[in-house]
């Protein structure tokens, strides 16, 4: 017999609106305990600096994480001109100053340089491993070594906000893997200038966004009150961009024992014709709740991953 997991079988996602200065880690952390819950993970760490959408899964949304990891984000950030600095954060240590203070139309004019798939080298102090250790790591103990470049997808960048000659408030949607501190490097090289993230707010990732977010006090209140189940969502809301298809209990138990199903001709043709990009990833549902994530392969549905919900 299997070792009884600790806590409450509690499933579902959080859009939990991360505080300045706490680590992804710990918000997580501080979720799964006020939901006594048995697991708990999140979609895309957010540095301790920035505030926002940081999507946490308890329970059976585990086993989403993966395909939201890969959905596209929206960000919100300030540069302040004037100094660069090592991590180009505020958190950084200054490298650079410089007189030189872009103008709004100044950014407005090299944004679009910035839109599209471009070619971006992460910042020295990110997650990334060099030689199996983390590049902040290496970063902090003064090693010098070279990100390669990487394809990232930005798909609009605009200035919303000039507060004064020192600030610029920019909106970016952007695909995986971008880093918006390599932006605010780059855009400061195009401009001749010396500039930082002083910051930065993410307002959405895939189907979540700030509307859905909640504060960290409000949910412990929630909890305190016993209505935390209250401020979860579904698990299949991380999968709302597959295509979904309603099964029988009878083929909602073949799929929950890992057996494959075989599928009508019209309902392969429906899928077909909602499938985009080579997809074959196809959601199972039952009564309205996820039974399985599939792949759609010769006329039928093979289970991928399972939720036992």
């Known amino acids: 017999m299997g070792r009884r997991r600790k806590g409450d079988a509690v499933s579902g996602w959080l859009v939990l609106d991360k505080p300045h ?3 992804s880690t710990t918000a997580v952390t501080r979720v799964r305990r006020l939901f006594n819950a048995q697991k708990a993970g999140h979609a895309g760490t957010l540095d301790p600096l920035a505030t926002g959408v940081l999507p946490i ?16 984000k929206a960000y919100r950030f300030t540069i302040e001109w004037g100094t660069t600095t090592a991590s180009f954060d505020r958190e950084g240590a200054i490298t650079a100053t410089s007189d030189v203070r872009p103008t709004r139309e100044q950014v407005e004019a090299v944004l679009p340089a910035f839109v599209g798939e471009i070619d971006q080298a992460p ?11 983390r590049a902040y790591d290496l970063a902090r103990e003064g090693v010098e070594f070279e990100l390669a470049a990487r394809k990232v997808t930005i798909h609009d960048a605009r200035v919303i906000d000039q507060p004064d000659a020192d600030h610029v408030e920019i909106e970016i949607a952007c695909g995986k893997g971008t880093y918006v501190r390599s932006i605010v490097r780059d855009l400061a090289v195009m401009l001749g200038a010396c500039g930082h993230v002083s910051a930065l707010r993410r307002a959405q990732v895939g189907p979540f966004d700030e509307d859905r977010a909640i504060t960290l006090e409000f949910l412990e209140d929630l909890c305190q009150k016993g209505r935390g189940l209250e401020a979860l969502l579904p698990v299949e809301t991380a999968l709302d961009d597959i295509p ?33 990009g080579g997809s074959r990833t196809v959601l199972a549902t039952q009564g309205g709740q996820a039974v399985s994530i599939c792949e759609l392969r010769a006329g039928q549905l093979s289970p991928v991953r399972v939720f036992n919900l």
């Open 244 to 276: 979904a298809l309603a099964v029988t209990t009878e083929d909602a138990f073949r799929l929950s024992q890992g057996r494959a199903i075989v599928l009508l001709p019209r309902q392969v043709e429906t899928l077909k014709a909602c499938l985009t």
């Open 21 to 23: 200065d706490m680590g």
């Open 57 to 72: 899964a308890l329970g059976e949304a585990t086993k989403t994480v993966a395909h939201l990891v890969e959905a596209d």
């Open 123 to 133: 910042p020295a102090f990110s997650a990334i491993k060099v030689d199996g250790e």
